[in-house]
């Protein structure tokens, strides 16, 4: 049973940076659509597009989404590391739940930028109804990965710190 719930433990750990991965790739599969609805639209008089194939905005809003994945994506392994340390037990356990605690903060305010900064509202400053209009429907829930990753993470470190526990008090 414990090593089924270490399994559980590590798989919910490694989540944080697979789903800010595919967080990143999800946003990219949007952005691309938005940009290809962006340059077919009427609004597009001959603008330019970047050697990747976007526009500005999607090239602005691509740059926001990996600044996003990057930071949630470090933190994943951060908690990771953390879970794993937790798991020995003994000393030191103390500071890495305060750490833990406070590493919560970045993977907050990610989530809140990704609210704040929603690919429609980045469109109407470019003023590009457009991009706007080619934006999925699905993409705005793609922060819900976001939120995933960290509940995941969350569930992990507790898990291992409980386990950390438990070894440290069977030791004599």
Known sequence: MAG????????LLA?????AAAYAVANLVAIRTAVKAQITGPEWAGGRLAADGMTALGRDYWRLVLVVAVLVGVLGVTYAVMGALLWRGG????????VSGVLIVP????????LIIPAKALAGLYDSPDFAGGVPAWQPATVLVLVAAGLAQAVGMAMAAAQGRRATAARP
């Open 4 to 11: 089924k719930r270490r399994l559980i433990a590590v798989v």
């Open 15 to 19: 989540l944080g940076p697979v789903l």
């Open 91 to 98: 000393r030191g356990r103390t500071p890495l739940l305060v």
């Open 107 to 114: 993977y907050a305010l990610a989530v809140l930028v990704v």
